[in-house]
């Protein structure tokens, strides 16, 4: 069982362009995690959200923890070529036991390639 | 000062040898964690340590995958009898404690091949 399904899996397009990412899951996750990776190396947090309804910015990028705690998403406004990588979400594990803390369960991930 | 290292960066080996993967975590960082991410895809929980026991095993997949940690600090991934269907990168990752917003810092992973 996926516990969180990230869309799109693919995301080709051109510079300047603007793009959402999303991250779902049926259960309630006490904060999300996005990370950014790129070939040949280990991903790069980005933001953690903790409150549901809680906005984050990070230059271009704007994240979102839904109201129910359940999805996340990422909007990168104006993209650019370095924005180019493998982003994915994360949380902690909701059914794992006391001894479970820290244990991170991932999406997919989005690969995203932006074209000059 | 340096970050999560891991080694080899790279590591080919035929099916049914045995292999050997290494963490060093940040200096001071009581949690480690193994990852698995197979080719563009998510990554895949193995093990964790806080300090050098391992509360959390849940995701090794076979009892072929071991992995111990010495000193609070060091990690050895070790993989028996491997398979094809172990190719896969393996990354490492340490906190400075188990509380679930503490950043994990991951290394670049180990390329593992298996012919």
């Known amino acids: 069982t996926q516990l969180l399904e990230q869309s799109p899996q693919f995301l080709s397009i051109q510079e300047g362009e603007n793009l959402t990412v999303y991250c779902n899951s049926s259960?309630?996750?006490?904060?999300l995690q996005w990370y950014r990776q790129e070939p040949g190396e280990g991903p790069v947090l980005l933001v953690t959200v903790v409150t549901g309804g809680e906005v984050k910015k990070l230059k271009r990028l704007t994240f979102q923890f839904g109201d129910a705690r359940k999805d996340s998403s990422l909007h990168i406004t104006a993209a650019q070529p370095g924005d180019t990588g493998l982003y994915l979400c994360a949380g902690v594990d909701p059914n794992a036991g006391g001894t479970s803390y820290g244990k991170l369960t991932f999406g997919q991930g989005t690969i995203l390639t932006v074209h000059p | 000062g340096a970050g999560v290292s891991q080694s080899p960066s790279n590591k080919v080996t035929e099916k049914g040898k045995d292999v050997e993967l290494r963490c060093d975590p940040i200096?001071?960082?009581?949690?480690l964690y193994w990852y698995r991410q197979s080719l563009g895809q998510g990554l895949e929980f193995l093990i964790y340590f806080q300090g050098n026991s391992a509360p959390d095993k849940s995701g090794l997949p076979s009892d072929r995958f071991s992995a111990e940690r010495t000193g609070g600090s060091v990690s050895t991934l070790t993989i028996q009898r491997t398979q094809q269907e172990d190719s896969a990168v393996y990354l490492c990752?340490?906190?400075?404690?188990?509380?679930?917003?503490?950043?994990?810092?991951f290394g670049p992973g180990t390329r593992l091949t298996v012919l």
């Open positions: 990752a340490s906190s400075l404690g188990v509380v679930s917003t503490d950043t994990q810092y």
């Open positions: 200096s001071g960082h009581t949690a």
């Open positions: 259960s309630v996750f006490s904060s």
